[in-house]
């Protein structure tokens, strides 16, 4: 492990990470197996300075995930900002049919998590995540212990739809 990461901070082997974003909110590791390792923003600088030690790539990639949750934002989601979402998300392979499948079935859960933080800038794979097994969201809406494995492969491999497209997409 390098010297420049606290113990705290536990980062994938090297060897196992594809790309890496340090400017995202919070940052992100992306494995080649496809998963998304998320670092608090507070190491971000010693991330930073892993990605240079190690010469791992930095790239800032499409946040399918923001999109989808794009309605549970405390803002106003106007046609013109609606149509444009959906024209991102199906650059990245989501017809409008399963944007709504999607929407549906984490909207009860968004609902309730936004409902506690007013979020108002944006909620993405790390927010979808920390809601499917928060304790202080209703039991009912949260994902049970036994079902958060393939939950969290299924938002995954969504996030990974955007892995081909640069965040400068939006």
Partial sequence: MSSVIPADLTLPPASTVRDVDPTAAPPEIRTRAGETVFVSSVHREELEAYCREHRMPVRARYDVWGDLLEPFVDTEFTPARQAATLSRLGRAGLGEARVSDIRAQVGPLMRAYNG???????????????????????????????GQPAFRAWAMGIAELGAELDRDAR
Avoid: S
């Avoid at 007013?118 to 036994?146: F, M, S, T, Y």
């Fill in 116 to 146: 506690l933080h007013w979020d108002w800038c944006g909620l993405g794979l790390a927010d979808l995540l920390d809601a499917a097994h928060a304790d202080w969201i209703p039991e009912e809406l949260r994902v049970p212990p036994a």
